[in-house]
């Protein structure tokens, strides 16, 4: 089909469409397969871009597979308190409460102590 002028891609999709009509059970358990794994670094991502909804949609990822809110607020914190007091420092405040906005959003425990917290730590 490739010789004959058809794109790769739609060669493929052609493939998989008649392996569904033969095995739909293969096309179940490749389905299962391709599941959404999740990491730290998209939840980071996600509040980069500003994306809340798949931030919360991660967050629910990985607790539905064994994370604690505590841990993974540590693998946020680790990346977003230095960026808040660079924000702090440069007198950011719109940058500021949307960061505040968006981890309260996550309801994983940050609160404004916790900001306060970030602050205080720059004068150590």
């Known amino acids: 089909m490739l010789e004959s002028g058809y794109d790769e891609d739609e060669v493929d999709r052609m493939i998989d469409e008649i392996a569904a009509e033969l095995d739909p059970e293969a096309e179940q358990?490749?389905?299962?397969?391709?599941?959404?794994?999740?990491?730290?670094?998209?939840?980071?991502?996600?509040?980069?871009?500003s994306d809340v909804s798949s931030a919360k949609e991660i967050v629910e990822y990985l607790r539905a597979n064994g994370k604690e809110d505590k841990t993974i607020r540590q693998a946020l914190t680790k990346d977003l308190k230095s960026e808040y007091q660079e924000m702090y420092k440069s007198n950011d405040t719109e940058g500021m409460r949307r960061t505040r906005q968006?981890?309260?959003?996550?309801?994983i425990g940050y609160d404004d102590k916790t900001f306060q917290r970030w602050i205080k730590d720059m004068t150590k």
């Open 102 to 107: 968006m981890l309260y959003e996550l309801n």
């Open 29 to 49: 358990d490749k389905a299962v397969e391709e599941k959404k794994l999740y990491e730290y670094k998209d939840l980071q991502k996600a509040l980069e871009n």
